[in-house]
């Protein structure tokens, strides 16, 4: 496959990523904040975002399965993750946290166990997309092409 073929994939990629709701216009701000002088930038940003969230998930079912749950502990780690969800775009995460922290204000334990397992799956579904997109952008990049600048005008 030539450059040109591998940035239209990656078009065709991206648009799709932001027409299903997985991603918003602020992983497209990321992308126009990486420049030669930083042409990881995007990738160092959404591996972190990997990172936290794989922690905070972990931090979350643990505070769940407590006998007495600390839901202002829950809330916390839910803020964070909202947080860190909205600043790469991750659409779905973060409006699936945020269900997630009205549930925590009622203090109901079943429907914050069943955000919870809401918030992974959108987690895990877009984490998919993101390596996806990644890899794409690498093989674009290895073949000697760069990445597009993208406007939401799609």
Not at 12 to 25: H, Q, V
Request: net charge negative; glycine share 6%.
């Amino acid at each position: 496959m030539d450059v040109g073929q591998m940035r239209r994939q990656w078009m065709d990629y991206i648009k799709n990523m932001f027409m299903e709701g997985f991603l918003d216009g602020q992983f497209l701000q990321l992308q126009q904040l990486q420049d030669e002088n930083n042409p990881e930038f995007v990738f160092e940003v959404v591996s972190l975002f990997f990172d936290d969230s794989e922690r905070i998930l972990k931090d979350l079912s643990f505070a769940l399965e407590q006998q007495s749950v600390d839901f202002r502990k829950v809330d916390a780690h839910v803020h964070q993750f909202k947080g860190s969800s909205a600043s790469i775009g991750a659409q779905g995460v973060k409006n699936a946290c945020i269900a997630f922290r009205n549930f925590c204000e009622e203090q109901n334990i079943d429907a914050c166990r069943r955000c919870l397992q809401q918030v992974k799956q959108e987690y895990f579904v877009v984490k998919n997309k993101l390596e996806t997109l990644l890899r794409l952008e690498q093989q674009i990049v290895a073949a000697g092409g760069s990445i597009p600048i993208m406007e939401l005008s799609f």
